[in-house]
């Protein structure tokens, strides 16, 4: 007994001594990689339980106005609305205690930098990502008695929101409550994202559920050519979206550079309330009605810029500032997603963006995000067509693992045999296992 105790008490007398070579080795590989001198000091970080990013900031010894200018500088690549707990921060100072450099991490995969130019004296962004694979999987099985899909799911190693996303998918076409029965089917596809062992993101690219009652009901992961397109969701086979109608998105892209609620305001740096929601986009990317109604405000001021605002059927309001171009005037009548004006930088604001407002039909502002929204109730055209290919890439991978299933149990028979088979002919007889198909059975863990 008192030998595991002595073991312990001694690896916990170690355990600061363990974390300061490894500190030392970072920091020598990155002086040397960014030619810092040897006395600049990095602080470490992390984003704690009801910090924002400029808490944390001042937690790495940084000043409100830096950390404001931080802010800024990474508004356009960093999404705050997704910052978590744990993210990490470094900053580092030179010899003279000024800050040259501040990374930020939301995985142990990238890091976005911002450098001081000494020369400009502007920050400059850059983006640093480590080589991560892709790894598909199959889960499958049965409801059982006493057990839901949720709890199926979450056992078989899926996070909470992976397994939220499976369900509310269904949860369109599956009233579970009245139809779901014990012997009832699902299967899922769930890319994953991994590097070292931790997985980094998770898309759910096939949702499949059937049962007597429920129906068979089939969704597919459409991923749009363009990155943070609002068509990027599920869809049935047909192009149906899979979200059950509410607000078009008023941008086609959404990347939000500033949530709803208390914050420092980019401009005044006071405490304010930021009553909508700031989405990234250049200037002239046009600007949608995000549902029908009646033009209210088609105006200029100085705080909001060029304003559209719209009265939609229920009595709900949307809100459009910092146009540069309006293209529709007071008391016209605009359709769900006819465009209004473009994206610009008028009125007191640091950059082209779209400030998005919603007020309740009793005139409160809510949080715009908060609403439904979709992209579309249909995919059309050339998106369409592409998600016919991407449902028939996901279909074919199906096939693929289930062949992989088959030439692992194969493999495994293999060893037996060791002195009549080479290596080499093992893994050529898998491959003609799966013919045509090894392709994709590879790209399950291609390099991304
Ligand atoms: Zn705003």
Redesign the pocket.
């Known amino acids: 007994m008192l030998l595991p105790t002595m073991l312990k008490s001694l690896l916990f007398l170690l355990f600061p001594l363990l974390l300061i070579p490894q500190e030392s080795i970072a920091r020598s590989n990155f002086v040397q990689k960014l030619g810092f001198s040897k006395k600049d000091k990095t602080k470490f970080g992390e984003l704690k339980s009801g910090q924002g990013l400029f808490q944390a900031l001042q937690s790495v010894s940084i000043d409100s106005a830096l950390a404001l200018k931080l802010i800024n500088s990474l508004r356009d690549d960093v999404e705050f609305s997704k910052l978590k707990v744990g993210d990490k921060l470094e900053a580092t100072f030179n010899d003279e205690g000024e800050l040259v450099r501040f990374a930020f991490s939301q995985n142990p995969a990238e890091k976005h930098i911002v450098k001081l130019n000494k020369m400009t004296g502007n920050w400059n962004y850059s983006f640093q990502e480590e080589k991560t694979f892709w790894h598909t999987r199959v889960l499958e099985g049965q409801l059982r008695a006493g057990s839901t899909l949720q709890q199926d799911l979450l056992e078989e190693g899926l996070k909470p929101s992976v397994v939220n996303e499976v369900v509310n998918v269904l949860l369109l076409k599956v009233n579970f409550r009245l139809n779901a029965r014990v012997g009832d089917n699902f299967k899922v596809l769930v890319s994953e994202r991994r590097f070292n062992k931790s997985v980094i993101e998770s898309k759910v690219l096939y949702t499949a559920y059937a049962g007597k009652r429920a129906g068979s009901h089939e969704a597919f992961y459409y991923e749009d050519a363009e990155k943070s397109s609002t068509f990027t969701a599920h869809y049935t086979k047909d192009g149906q979206a899979l979200i059950s109608s509410g607000l078009r998105y008023p941008l086609s892209h959404l990347h939000i550079r500033?949530g709803f609620g208390w914050r420092l305001h980019p401009v005044t740096g006071q405490r304010a309330m930021?009553r909508?929601?700031?989405l990234r986009g250049k200037t002239g990317t046009a600007v949608h009605a995000v549902a029908d109604g009646r033009v209210i405000e088609a105006n200029f001021n100085e705080f909001a810029g060029n304003k559209v605002a719209i009265r939609h059927r229920d009595g709900s309001k949307s809100y459009y500032?910092h146009l540069a171009r309006r293209s529709v005037k007071k008391g016209d009548w605009v359709n769900s997603y006819q465009i209004i004006g473009t994206v610009g930088a008028t009125g007191r604001v640091t950059g082209p963006?779209l400030?998005f407002g919603f007020k309740t039909p009793e005139g409160a502002w809510m949080n715009p995000l908060n609403k439904r929204m979709i992209a579309t109730p249909k995919l059309t055209g050339l998106r369409l067509k592409s998600l016919k290919d991407q449902i028939a890439d996901i279909r074919g991978l199906m096939i693929d693992l289930e062949i992989s299933k088959v030439a692992r149990y194969l493999l495994q028979e293999i060893p037996n045999k060791k002195d009549e088979f080479s290596l080499d002919w093992e893994f050529t007889d898998f491959y003609k296992v799966g013919e045509s198909k090894i392709n994709t059975n590879i790209a399950q863990s291609m390099e991304i």
């Open positions: 500033s930021h909508g929601v700031d500032y963006h400030h």
